[in-house]
């Protein structure tokens, strides 16, 4: 008797299974404009904390003793 050959297929991440799916719902250019959209909402998410850390060293910078002001 022989044993059944073994395979070595993984098991697909869960972002790869939405990408199957999505392809199989959606036309290419709906796919590009969702992709567009997501890579659109990373970058305004990126650019706010980039203007969250300015305001803080703004606000630091403010409230510290100058060293330069003469009496």
């Known amino acids: 008797m022989q ?3 073994v395979r070595a297929t993984a098991i697909p991440s ?3 299974a939405l990408r199957a ?3 199989l719902l ?3 250019g709906q796919r590009t404009a969702r992709r567009n959209a997501w890579t659109s909402v990373q970058e305004d ?3 706010a904390k980039d203007r969250v850390e300015a305001q803080r060293v703004l606000d630091q910078t403010l409230a ?3 060293l330069t002001t003469r009496p």
């Open 64 to 66: 510290a003793p100058s």
């Open 14 to 16: 869960f972002a790869t």
């Open 21 to 23: 799916v999505e392809s």
């Open 45 to 47: 998410r990126r650019r």
């Open 26 to 28: 959606m036309s290419g």
């Open 3 to 5: 044993a059944a050959p």
